[in-house]
């Protein structure tokens, strides 16, 4: 068996060890207004971490698999704006994209918004499939009271799709969400990325409420570091894209994603 396809297969060995919950006993830890703290690492160091993490955190379970699939679609103006409100560290900010989740058959307009305090606060409303168009007159209306533009005034730009797992601490106060597999399609460029063995990991919590994953992340030297899927998947898609201000996080990212 191929080294890759063995991580793979460690991965998913691991998180079908982890006790599970489903997203009904999740209802409660919705956390749309939260801080979040991402990390940056790669499939081997995945695997120690969950290892670490038995007995810490149960798994989300949804349709028999503790492995969910996603696909996204980021909006954003002709000029780009929400992609140069991140790239030139503005704050607040602000995101929309369409995300389906696959096993669910459930697609979610939103809008996420980031204040100057590190808080993000998300915002959605379900749509039909990808086509939002369907629902113009809806879609309008949120997105006119939460960006002050219309459908008219924004295109697809970006989709990505990538598998997650969403870990909950025993105490019920934090959601883990690691993602890899993560591939990007640019809808301008027409051009097309893989991700390799990067994982990104998102720690979500309602303040600084202690959290497990914070020790064991620290053991296995994975330090913070930000990372935007709309941002880096425009990047490696468009190549004439300014990103000065991700040059640094992009040579991490090329050595993430050849790691051995």
């Not at 459908?151 to 969400?177: M, W, Y």
Request: aromatic content about 8%; glycine content about 4%.
């Amino acid at each position: 068996m191929a080294q890759n396809e063995q991580i793979d297969e460690r991965i998913r060995d691991l998180v079908n060890q982890l006790e599970p919950i489903t997203l009904e006993e999740m209802s409660g830890i919705k956390l749309m207004n939260r801080t979040d703290t991402k990390f940056v690492t790669n499939k081997r160091k995945l695997a120690q971490l969950l290892e670490m993490a038995r007995g810490e955190y149960y798994a989300q379970f949804t349709n028999d698999s503790m492995v969910a699939e996603y696909i996204t679609t980021y909006w954003d103006t002709d000029q780009l704006a929400f992609y140069f409100q991140h790239h030139n560290g503005r704050a607040p900010r602000q995101k929309v994209r369409v995300r389906t989740y696959v096993g669910s058959d459930l697609t979610f307009l939103e809008v996420k918004t980031k204040n100057n305090h590190g808080r993000t606060k998300k915002k959605r409303i379900e749509v039909p499939s990808q086509e939002v168009a369907e629902v113009q007159a809806e879609a309008d209306e949120f997105l006119a009271q939460r960006v002050h533009r219309t459908l008219a005034d924004i295109h697809p730009t970006v989709q990505n799709h990538f598998h997650r797992i969403t870990l909950v601490n025993k105490g019920k106060t934090e959601r883990l969400t690691i993602d890899f597999d993560v591939e990007f399609r640019n809808f301008e460029t027409r051009d097309e990325a893989q991700t390799g063995e990067l994982v990104i990991i998102e720690l979500k919590r309602d303040g600084n409420v202690p959290s497990p994953v914070l020790d064991i992340l620290r053991q296995l030297r994975i330090k913070p570091s930000g990372f935007s899927k709309y941002c880096i998947g425009s990047v490696m898609t468009n190549r004439g894209l300014k990103h000065n201000m991700f040059m640094e996080k992009m040579v991490r990212i090329k050595k993430l994603v050849n790691a051995k």
